[in-house]
């Protein structure tokens, strides 16, 4: 039996079939960049090597907060993750409560290693701080500088040297982390005395 339709015929009309390899194609051209990045997310999060969770371990511990800690591992390892996978990595949370023992241990050893190294830092030290103090007055006081002194400027680098030596700053602190239960015992703390050398209260 001749077949219907000739190659050759001119009166054929409608759609061209399309073989399926064609249409993947074409869909496959039309997805969002977007979407290819939440796919390699995905498949790093997945995948995350050792050094990798202990970079993301490191930042929580210095109390980097886990969108900074994020952005963080992009900068270093140029491969994202989302900010709820970096709290995973904070035993300190919710999330993180089952992070091996490895990584807790990390994390805290971490931690401590960043509060004690205030001792490193030099505007910490009292000292260092009076240092800077002495030379900014000799400055404004006209013994190292061309021109005019500024008394003013030096009298106030004296006043906030003299607190720094009375402890003020020290104090201070001391009474914004008590409880105010006993205003005595706040009084003791400002006069730097005892609070039983304290008069008797007219109460």
């Not at 886990?66 to 952005?71: F, G």
């Not at 035993?91 to 990584?103: D, F, N, R, V």
Request: hydrophobic share 35%; glycine share 4%; charged share 30%.
């Amino acid at each position: 039996m001749a077949s219907r339709f000739r190659s050759d015929d001119k009166t054929m009309t409608g759609p061209v079939a399309r073989t399926p390899d064609a249409e993947t194609a074409e869909a496959m051209s039309v997805v969002p960049d977007q979407a290819r990045r939440r796919d390699t997310t995905v498949a790093v999060q997945n995948r995350l090597t050792d050094e990798q969770k202990r970079f993301i371990v490191s930042c929580l511990a210095c109390y980097r907060r886990p969108s900074a800690t994020a952005a963080a591992f992009f900068r270093e390892f140029d491969e994202q993750i989302t900010r709820q996978k970096a709290e995973l990595y904070d035993p300190t949370k919710a999330a993180g409560a089952k992070l091996s023992p490895q990584l807790q241990q990390l994390f805290y050893d971490t931690r401590r290693r960043y509060l004690t190294a205030l001792d490193d830092i030099a505007i910490a030290q009292q000292v260092w701080r009076l240092e800077l103090l002495q030379r900014g007055a000799e400055h404004f006081a006209g013994e190292d500088k061309v021109g005019s002194p500024n008394f003013k400027a030096a009298a106030q680098l004296c006043e906030q040297a003299a607190k720094e030596m009375g402890g003020i700053y020290n104090k201070k602190r001391e009474i914004e982390q008590r409880e105010i239960r006993d205003p005595r015992s706040v009084l003791a703390a400002v006069l730097g005395m005892d609070p039983n050398d304290l008069p008797p209260s007219n109460r």
